[in-house]
Each structure stands twice: as C-alpha cells, then as structure tokens.
C-alpha cells in the first residue's frame, strides 16, 4: 500500500479515494517538486479535516468552505436579480437545512437555484459546501457545491404544525397552534436609526407546555386584539432564544390568526408548600384573597402599580404580588388562577411571596385543569369540582398565614350547635361548601347544588365552625 492510501486510509471522509489522489497530484505539481506524494497528501488531509464539520452548531463566519450532511427543513421562493456588466441575470433561493445539533440558512445560486425550484423538497438529505458567513439573521452558508444524499439519515422532525415541545433554537416557518394564556400590551422603543419600533408579547400553551410570543412592528398591535382564553395559530414565526428561554417570534412575514378549536393545556405546576426562596417557577390554584390595586410613585419619578392577591392549592397558600400591567388582570376571589414565571421572594412578617412581573403570565381558568395543582398525593375525591378543594384549609403544608385565617373562622364561630345565619361567596364547590364573606370563611354542610361565585345565606346549626345548613337562599343575580 503506497503513501497516498496510507494518509487516506487515516483519514474520516466522504471524498472518494480517485478524488483524494487525484488533489494530492495536483498540490504536488503546484509545489514544484519542493513536497513528496506523502508530504502533499497529508496537506489535502489537514485541509479536508478543516472543511469536515461535527455539525451545523460547529459553524462559524470566518471558516474557510465547509462541508456538512443536513435535512431541507424549509424552502423559499427564487428569486432573480440583475448582475453589474451581464445580460443574463443572476437567481438566488434561501433554503432552511438542519441536523441534529441545530439549523442554518443555506443560499443557492443560479443553476443551484434552478435546481432547486424545480427538483428540491421538504425532508430531502442534502450534502452540503459552502463558504460560512454572517447573515440577517445569524451565521448561513453561500453554497458552491449541494448533492442529494438519498441513503443519509438525519433524525430531524420536518413538521406542518408544531407543539411547543418540538420547538428548537433557529426554527423558522413555524406554525403552532396553542391557547392563549396572557396578553400585553403595545410598548415602543427606538432603534439605532432613529426610527420608532413597536413589540408585544403573548404567552400560549398547548398539551406539551407554554411558549412566548413575541410580537414586532406592524404585528404588535396584534396582542390588544386578542383575549386570554382564545385559541390561535401562529404562522410563519421563528424561535430565538432570551435570557436562557426560547421564544417565539412573529415579524412581518407571520401572524396570529384567532382559530375555532379547543386547544388543551395543562400547567406543570410546582407545589406551593414546597416553595423555597429564589425559585422562578410556575404555581396554580384559587384565589382566596383579593386587595385593591394600588399606584407607587418610581424613583425615577414614574407611576407604578401592583396589586396583592393570594393563592391557595392542596399543599398551602401564597400571597402574590401582580406588577405593573399585571395588576390589572381581572383576577376576582374564588378564581382559579394559573402564573407563570414567578419569582419567590421574602414577604411581609418573614413570609415567603410570589412576585409576578413582565416575563410572567396571569391566567384565570374556567376550571382547574385536570392534573393541575403541583405533585400533591391528595386524592381526587378530596378535591372540589372547579379544583378549588384545598379551600377546605386541612393541608398540613399551609403556611402560618392560612392557619390563622381558619383559626379566625372558628374563634368568631358561634356557640356549639346554635342556629347561625350567614352570607358570603361561594369558593369552594362540591363537599363541603365554603362560603367567604370578604373578613371570615365558613365550612358548609349542604346538598344544594351550588357554583363558583354564588352569593347565598345559609343558616343552621353551627358546631366548630361548621354549619349544617337547613335552608340555602341564591341571591338572585349571583354570579354562577
């Protein structure tokens, strides 16, 4: 075996051996006789292994030609511009390519192009080389040379639709569909020419998760359009990454289209009673508490606004504070309540808060999801109907605050087994009733069928705070 086989037989490459010999003789020639056949083959090795990447995350500007095995993902249209001191003009089509360790935008020129109109699809095994380089919207590669790899597999997932679990940094053409969980407003910024821009944000969640939207320019407006609650698509977003998390972007090219289908989420939410201090995570339950929204006057001069509300699951409660646009969630007691991105705090009186700014999300729920409410071992039947049974306030997890707030209840309670009258809001469905009337709860003993938010009197026997009920009136005009 001579030198030449030698060097290839070392070497990991998909050029074929006729190929290697054939450049080793040509850099002997070049050289002038000052390298050997073995001297020179090594050269064409170094420069194959400098062209050979890992995969698409190991491309950088600056990299001499590259060569890479990669899934079309995505294909634009061709097209044509005119070239100085030629007749004929010049073509160019952006094609999205990617492999297993990320995605780039690959530009085919002319006959490539051509090419490509004509013969390329979705899903085809590209060879790829080309020149990398620093593109609009990130590193992407001028192609000389593109080959149909039809044996190659690249285990990438090439969808029409995308959940958010599937989503990856540098997707684009996205289209995903998902239930909007909360909506901002328009806010302006100028840009480094002078210009005014315009973003937005929404934050979406399908059976898989939750995603923020990013919303640009003309499309900004789109958030003060749409409600929390509704089903949308998004389509022809992109995903970026920022401070850690992916998001989901929407310029010109996209939108949010309002659809007519039920789209399922289900919060993965932690467990408020096993919350510990700088956490940054999701909680859900019933509002129990509900303060006014108050106004702060900034260092800076300008006016802020926060408002307290606290929350209760099957493990405990937590007072959470709602800044800014927040506030002005419309968040009533006996809500229940899903947050996103909450940072927990040190509260009032040495007390852990949950404290809600603009990277969270305030979503009030018709009901609570099923398998909501953190990891509790709680069984079901212990839980109310609407989810709200950890008003009953037997959680060994609540914290002091909730505590005294059911031993209120029972000290004001009256003597054991006398006849007692009283109006609140109903917080908790189901078995047992409880019944808030803005100071104290009652635990109620009833069979009536009663809803969330029913304003009712009851009266009966009252024994350690609990009331057995023998009449149970619905105010008339009630929220049901």
């Not at 990669?70 to 097209?79: E, F, H, L, N």
């Not at 969630?329 to 940072?343: K, P, R």
Request: charged share 30%; hydrophobic share 35%.
């Amino acid at each position: 075996m001579g030198v030449i086989e030698d060097v290839y037989d070392d070497l990991d490459t998909d050029v074929e051996f006729e190929e290697f010999e054939a450049a080793v003789k040509d850099k002997v020639e070049q050289m002038g006789g000052l390298a050997d056949e073995e001297t020179a083959a090594m050269l064409i090795a170094h420069e194959l292994r400098d062209e050979e990447v890992n995969g698409i995350a190991d491309i950088e500007p600056g990299m001499e030609d590259v060569k890479f095995l990669a899934k079309v993902v995505s294909i634009g249209d061709v097209r044509t511009f005119e070239r100085d001191g030629e007749d004929e003009d010049g073509k160019v089509v952006n094609i999205e390519v990617a492999d297993e360790t990320g995605r780039i935008r690959v530009s085919l020129w002319d006959e490539m192009a051509a090419g490509a109109e004509e013969n390329l699809e979705v899903g085809t095994v590209l060879r790829v080389a080309g020149r990398p380089k620093d593109g609009y919207s990130g590193v992407e590669v001028s192609a000389s040379k593109v080959e149909v790899d039809p044996d190659a597999e690249v285990d990438v997932k090439v969808l029409d639709t995308y959940r958010v679990e599937d989503l990856a940094l540098g997707l684009s053409d996205v289209n995903l569909k998902g239930k909007i969980l909360d909506a901002g407003t328009v806010r302006t910024f100028d840009r480094d020419d002078g210009s005014e821009g315009r973003v937005s944000n929404l934050s979406l969640g399908d059976a898989t998760g939750r995603i923020r939207v990013t919303m640009w320019d003309e499309r900004a407006d789109l958030a003060e359009e749409l409600d929390a609650g509704q089903s949308v698509e998004v389509v022809d977003g992109y995903v970026r990454e920022r401070d850690g998390s992916l998001e989901l972007h929407v310029g010109s090219r996209g939108a949010v289209e309002v659809i007519d289908e039920d789209i399922e989420y289900v919060p993965e939410t932690a467990n408020i009673g096993s919350l510990e201090l700088g956490q940054t995570v999701d909680i859900a339950g019933g509002v129990i508490e509900a303060d006014p929204k108050r106004t702060f006057d900034r260092d800076d001069g300008s006016e802020g606004q926060v408002r307290n509300i606290r929350v209760r699951d099957d493990t405990g409660d937590i007072r959470v504070a709602l800044w800014g646009e927040k506030a002005d969630t419309d968040v009533d007691l006996a809500d229940y309540v899903v947050l996103t991105d909450v940072e927990i705090k040190d509260g009032w009186q040495e007390d852990l808060e949950a404290s809600a700014g603009w990277r969270s999300s305030v979503t009030v729920m018709d009901e609570a999801p099923a398998g909501a409410g953190g990891d509790s071992d709680t069984d079901a039947d212990q839980t109310s109907s609407q989810g709200l049974g950890a008003f009953s306030g037997e959680s060994s997890g609540s914290p002091a605050s909730a505590q005294s707030s059911t031993q209120s209840s029972t000290s004001s309670a009256s003597p054991s087994g006398e006849v007692v009258e009283f109006t609140g809001t109903v917080v908790q469905a189901g078995t047992p009733v409880i019944l808030d009337d803005g100071t104290e709860t009652k635990t109620v003993e009833t069979d009536a069928d009663l809803g969330l938010g029913d304003e009712v009197t009851v009266s009966g026997p009252e024994t350690d705070g609990r009331i057995s009920a023998d009449s149970v009136e619905v105010h008339t005009g009630a929220k049901r």
